[in-house]
Protein backbone atom coordinates (compact mmCIF):
# COMPACT_ATOMS: atom_id res chain seq x y z
CA UNK A 1 0.00 0.00 0.00
CA UNK A 2 1.57 3.76 -0.79
CA UNK A 3 2.19 5.80 1.65
CA UNK A 4 -0.17 8.59 2.07
CA UNK A 5 0.11 11.70 1.38
CA UNK A 6 0.90 14.20 4.34
CA UNK A 7 -1.64 17.08 4.21
CA UNK A 8 0.03 20.24 3.56
CA UNK A 9 -1.65 23.93 4.80
CA UNK A 10 -2.03 27.02 3.45
CA UNK A 11 0.73 29.56 4.69
CA UNK A 12 -1.36 31.64 6.48
CA UNK A 13 0.12 33.39 9.71
CA UNK A 14 -1.35 31.49 12.94
CA UNK A 15 -2.30 34.39 14.63
CA UNK A 16 -3.62 36.58 12.38
CA UNK A 17 -4.76 34.85 9.36
CA UNK A 18 -7.03 36.95 7.38
CA UNK A 19 -5.97 41.39 8.60
CA UNK A 20 -8.71 41.84 6.20
CA UNK A 21 -11.51 39.84 7.50
CA UNK A 22 -15.07 41.29 8.42
CA UNK A 23 -16.91 39.67 11.74
CA UNK A 24 -19.98 38.82 11.79
CA UNK A 25 -20.92 39.14 7.86
CA UNK A 26 -21.63 35.57 7.00
CA UNK A 27 -18.08 34.50 7.08
CA UNK A 28 -17.70 33.91 11.09
CA UNK A 29 -15.89 35.97 13.33
CA UNK A 30 -13.01 36.23 15.37
CA UNK A 31 -12.93 34.02 18.77
CA UNK A 32 -12.05 37.51 20.65
CA UNK A 33 -15.51 39.15 19.58
CA UNK A 34 -17.60 36.13 21.66
CA UNK A 35 -15.76 37.17 24.68
CA UNK A 36 -18.96 38.80 25.68
CA UNK A 37 -21.21 36.07 24.94
CA UNK A 38 -18.44 34.10 26.89
CA UNK A 39 -18.92 36.15 29.99
CA UNK A 40 -22.58 36.28 30.27
CA UNK A 41 -23.28 32.47 30.02
CA UNK A 42 -20.21 31.21 32.28
CA UNK A 43 -21.34 34.12 34.75
CA UNK A 44 -25.38 33.84 34.91
CA UNK A 45 -25.68 30.23 33.86
CA UNK A 46 -22.58 28.39 35.15
CA UNK A 47 -21.73 28.15 38.79
CA UNK A 48 -18.36 25.86 37.73
CA UNK A 49 -17.05 24.01 34.91
CA UNK A 50 -14.30 22.02 33.93
CA UNK A 51 -12.80 20.31 30.86
CA UNK A 52 -10.65 17.71 30.74
CA UNK A 53 -7.69 17.54 27.66
CA UNK A 54 -9.13 20.86 26.17
CA UNK A 55 -5.50 20.38 24.27
CA UNK A 56 -7.32 18.24 22.20
CA UNK A 57 -8.88 21.34 20.56
CA UNK A 58 -5.84 22.62 19.50
CA UNK A 59 -3.87 22.06 16.31
CA UNK A 60 -0.42 21.51 16.18
CA UNK A 61 0.25 21.14 12.22
CA UNK A 62 -1.48 24.62 11.47
CA UNK A 63 -4.77 22.67 10.31
CA UNK A 64 -8.27 24.01 10.65
CA UNK A 65 -10.43 22.40 13.44
CA UNK A 66 -13.58 20.99 13.62
CA UNK A 67 -15.35 20.39 16.60
CA UNK A 68 -18.02 17.75 16.42
CA UNK A 69 -19.57 17.62 19.41
CA UNK A 70 -23.04 16.11 21.32
CA UNK A 71 -25.91 18.33 21.35
CA UNK A 72 -27.48 16.95 24.50
CA UNK A 73 -30.77 17.71 25.34
CA UNK A 74 -32.21 21.22 24.47
CA UNK A 75 -29.98 23.94 24.81
CA UNK A 76 -27.29 21.93 26.77
CA UNK A 77 -24.48 23.06 24.25
CA UNK A 78 -24.61 26.47 25.07
CA UNK A 79 -22.40 26.77 27.78
CA UNK A 80 -19.92 24.08 26.23
CA UNK A 81 -19.33 26.79 22.89
CA UNK A 82 -18.42 29.39 25.19
CA UNK A 83 -16.11 27.23 27.53
CA UNK A 84 -14.22 26.06 23.89
CA UNK A 85 -13.88 30.03 22.87
CA UNK A 86 -13.01 30.90 25.90
CA UNK A 87 -9.96 28.34 26.25
CA UNK A 88 -8.78 29.95 22.46
CA UNK A 89 -8.89 33.17 23.70
CA UNK A 90 -6.84 32.26 26.91
CA UNK A 91 -4.52 30.19 24.62
CA UNK A 92 -3.91 33.55 22.29
CA UNK A 93 -5.34 32.66 19.58
CA UNK A 94 -8.70 34.97 20.02
CA UNK A 95 -7.71 36.20 16.34
CA UNK A 96 -8.69 33.37 14.74
CA UNK A 97 -11.60 32.96 12.33
CA UNK A 98 -14.54 30.96 13.81
CA UNK A 99 -18.22 30.06 13.46
CA UNK A 100 -20.49 27.50 14.36
CA UNK A 101 -23.11 25.56 12.46
CA UNK A 102 -26.67 25.51 14.02
CA UNK A 103 -29.73 23.64 12.96
CA UNK A 104 -31.14 25.26 9.35
CA UNK A 105 -34.18 26.12 10.60
CA UNK A 106 -32.73 27.97 13.45
CA UNK A 107 -31.69 30.62 10.91
CA UNK A 108 -35.39 31.11 9.68
CA UNK A 109 -36.48 32.46 12.97
CA UNK A 110 -36.87 36.23 12.69
CA UNK A 111 -34.03 37.88 14.01
CA UNK A 112 -31.89 34.70 14.58
CA UNK A 113 -30.16 34.50 11.48
CA UNK A 114 -28.45 37.84 12.45
CA UNK A 115 -27.78 36.62 16.02
CA UNK A 116 -26.24 33.90 14.95
CA UNK A 117 -24.03 35.85 12.51
CA UNK A 118 -22.93 38.37 14.66
CA UNK A 119 -22.72 36.57 18.11
CA UNK A 120 -21.80 33.04 17.19
CA UNK A 121 -20.20 33.32 14.00
CA UNK A 122 -22.15 31.28 11.79
CA UNK A 123 -20.55 31.12 8.12
CA UNK A 124 -24.43 31.29 6.21
CA UNK A 125 -22.88 32.29 3.35
CA UNK A 126 -20.26 28.98 3.57
CA UNK A 127 -23.49 26.55 3.28
CA UNK A 128 -22.41 23.54 1.14
CA UNK A 129 -20.19 20.77 2.31
CA UNK A 130 -17.64 21.86 -0.57
CA UNK A 131 -17.45 25.26 0.62
CA UNK A 132 -16.79 24.57 4.32
CA UNK A 133 -13.65 22.42 2.98
CA UNK A 134 -12.61 24.86 0.78
CA UNK A 135 -13.02 27.49 3.48
CA UNK A 136 -11.20 25.21 6.43
CA UNK A 137 -8.18 23.95 3.47
CA UNK A 138 -7.82 28.10 2.61
CA UNK A 139 -8.27 28.96 6.18
CA UNK A 140 -10.63 31.60 5.70
CA UNK A 141 -12.57 29.14 8.69
CA UNK A 142 -9.87 27.99 11.59
CA UNK A 143 -12.56 27.12 13.73
CA UNK A 144 -16.00 25.47 13.19
CA UNK A 145 -18.31 22.81 14.16
CA UNK A 146 -21.44 21.16 14.87
CA UNK A 147 -23.80 19.19 16.78
CA UNK A 148 -24.65 16.53 14.16
CA UNK A 149 -27.40 15.16 16.22
CA UNK A 150 -29.62 18.20 14.77
CA UNK A 151 -33.33 17.62 16.28
CA UNK A 152 -32.83 14.06 17.66
CA UNK A 153 -31.80 16.45 20.89
CA UNK A 154 -35.62 16.68 20.88
CA UNK A 155 -35.90 13.32 21.47
CA UNK A 156 -34.82 11.07 24.58
CA UNK A 157 -33.06 8.00 23.88
CA UNK A 158 -31.37 5.55 25.29
CA UNK A 159 -28.05 6.42 24.64
CA UNK A 160 -26.87 10.56 25.86
CA UNK A 161 -25.56 10.83 22.25
CA UNK A 162 -28.32 10.09 19.70
CA UNK A 163 -28.30 9.40 16.42
CA UNK A 164 -26.63 11.93 13.93
CA UNK A 165 -28.84 13.23 11.63
CA UNK A 166 -26.50 15.15 8.93
CA UNK A 167 -22.93 14.35 8.45
CA UNK A 168 -22.32 17.02 6.37
CA UNK A 169 -19.46 18.81 8.24
CA UNK A 170 -18.01 15.25 8.82
CA UNK A 171 -17.57 15.11 5.43
CA UNK A 172 -16.26 18.36 4.91
CA UNK A 173 -13.50 17.76 7.89
CA UNK A 174 -12.47 14.65 6.07
CA UNK A 175 -12.01 16.35 2.76
CA UNK A 176 -10.27 19.23 4.21
CA UNK A 177 -7.77 16.64 5.98
CA UNK A 178 -8.74 19.19 9.02
CA UNK A 179 -7.85 18.60 12.80
CA UNK A 180 -11.02 16.49 14.53
CA UNK A 181 -11.98 16.87 17.94
CA UNK A 182 -14.76 15.03 19.61
CA UNK A 183 -16.59 16.53 22.58
CA UNK A 184 -18.84 15.65 25.37
CA UNK A 185 -20.88 17.52 27.64
CA UNK A 186 -22.58 16.71 31.34
CA UNK A 187 -24.36 19.26 33.70
CA UNK A 188 -27.71 21.12 31.83
CA UNK A 189 -29.43 18.21 32.16
CA UNK A 190 -31.80 20.08 35.06
CA UNK A 191 -32.35 22.44 31.97
CA UNK A 192 -34.82 19.93 30.02
CA UNK A 193 -37.91 17.55 31.51
CA UNK A 194 -37.65 14.20 29.64
CA UNK A 195 -41.22 12.58 29.11
CA UNK A 196 -40.45 9.18 28.93
CA UNK A 197 -41.90 5.74 28.48
CA UNK A 198 -42.48 4.11 31.83
CA UNK A 199 -39.87 0.71 32.79
CA UNK A 200 -37.06 1.97 30.30
CA UNK A 201 -38.92 0.85 27.52
CA UNK A 202 -38.19 2.28 24.05
CA UNK A 203 -40.37 2.43 20.71
CA UNK A 204 -39.74 -0.23 18.49
CA UNK A 205 -37.48 0.24 15.31
CA UNK A 206 -36.51 3.74 16.51
CA UNK A 207 -33.03 2.78 17.62
CA UNK A 208 -33.67 3.52 21.19
CA UNK A 209 -36.20 6.50 21.90
CA UNK A 210 -37.40 6.33 24.86
CA UNK A 211 -39.51 9.88 24.92
CA UNK A 212 -38.86 13.48 24.08
CA UNK A 213 -37.40 16.37 25.79
CA UNK A 214 -39.14 19.91 26.51
CA UNK A 215 -36.78 22.63 27.33
CA UNK A 216 -38.13 26.18 28.39
CA UNK A 217 -36.41 28.98 29.71
CA UNK A 218 -35.89 30.62 32.27
CA UNK A 219 -32.58 28.67 32.63
CA UNK A 220 -31.67 28.37 36.18
CA UNK A 221 -27.75 28.07 37.47
CA UNK A 222 -25.96 25.15 36.74
CA UNK A 223 -23.81 23.35 39.52
CA UNK A 224 -21.55 21.61 37.62
CA UNK A 225 -20.47 21.70 34.02
CA UNK A 226 -17.87 19.28 32.45
CA UNK A 227 -16.67 18.95 29.38
CA UNK A 228 -14.60 16.14 27.87
CA UNK A 229 -11.88 16.64 24.65
CA UNK A 230 -10.90 14.26 22.29
CA UNK A 231 -8.73 14.35 19.00
CA UNK A 232 -10.52 12.02 16.39
CA UNK A 233 -8.40 10.48 13.58
CA UNK A 234 -10.42 9.37 10.45
CA UNK A 235 -9.58 6.35 8.61
CA UNK A 236 -9.13 8.23 5.26
CA UNK A 237 -7.46 10.96 4.11
CA UNK A 238 -8.96 13.75 2.26
CA UNK A 239 -7.54 12.78 -1.36
CA UNK A 240 -7.92 8.91 -0.53
CA UNK A 241 -12.16 10.10 0.55
CA UNK A 242 -11.92 12.06 -2.59
CA UNK A 243 -11.10 8.77 -4.78
CA UNK A 244 -13.80 6.64 -3.80
CA UNK A 245 -16.87 6.58 -5.69
CA UNK A 246 -20.63 7.93 -4.46
CA UNK A 247 -21.33 4.28 -2.59
CA UNK A 248 -18.00 4.01 -0.87
CA UNK A 249 -17.92 7.19 0.45
CA UNK A 250 -21.47 7.43 2.00
CA UNK A 251 -21.15 4.02 3.53
CA UNK A 252 -17.29 5.48 4.77
CA UNK A 253 -19.32 8.42 5.98
CA UNK A 254 -21.62 6.07 8.06
CA UNK A 255 -18.57 3.82 9.15
CA UNK A 256 -16.92 7.09 10.78
CA UNK A 257 -20.36 8.93 12.23
CA UNK A 258 -20.79 5.46 14.23
CA UNK A 259 -17.25 5.67 15.05
CA UNK A 260 -17.88 9.17 16.36
CA UNK A 261 -21.14 8.73 18.30
CA UNK A 262 -19.58 5.48 19.97
CA UNK A 263 -16.82 7.37 21.51
CA UNK A 264 -18.74 10.20 22.38
CA UNK A 265 -20.96 8.39 24.79
CA UNK A 266 -18.11 6.49 26.28
CA UNK A 267 -16.48 10.05 26.84
CA UNK A 268 -19.99 11.00 28.40
CA UNK A 269 -19.38 7.93 30.56
CA UNK A 270 -16.18 9.36 31.89
CA UNK A 271 -17.91 12.54 32.80
CA UNK A 272 -20.81 10.70 34.29
CA UNK A 273 -18.31 8.89 36.54
CA UNK A 274 -16.65 12.59 37.16
CA UNK A 275 -19.70 13.97 37.73
CA UNK A 276 -20.67 11.38 40.30
CA UNK A 277 -17.53 11.60 42.08
CA UNK A 278 -17.45 15.64 42.78
CA UNK A 279 -20.88 15.08 44.13
CA UNK A 280 -19.89 12.69 46.76
CA UNK A 281 -16.53 12.57 48.52
CA UNK A 282 -16.56 8.82 49.37
CA UNK A 283 -16.68 8.26 45.30
CA UNK A 284 -13.90 10.84 44.98
CA UNK A 285 -11.77 9.12 47.65
CA UNK A 286 -12.16 6.41 46.37
CA UNK A 287 -11.15 7.11 42.73
Known amino acids: MAARKRF ?8 DPAPDFETGKGRGVRIEDMAPYNDWVLSR ?14 SQDGRAVVAITSHGPGAAWIPLLALVSRYYIESGLGRLVCGMYPHPAMLRIPGLKSYYEQVLGTPTAVNTVE ?3 RSLKSGEINLTGTAPEGANCL ?21 AD ?23 WTLPGTLGIRGFNITLPPYKKLPLYLVNCRVFSPAATGEEFERMGKRRARLHLNVEAQRMRAEMNLM ?16 LRAV
Open 268 to 283: TDELKTVMAARNNPRI
Open 155 to 175: LSYDEYVTPFRSLGMIAAAIK
Open 8 to 15: VPDLVHPL
Open 178 to 200: AHICLLAHLGAEAWTVPVNLPFG
Open 131 to 133: EVA
Open 45 to 58: LVDKAEVFNPQALL
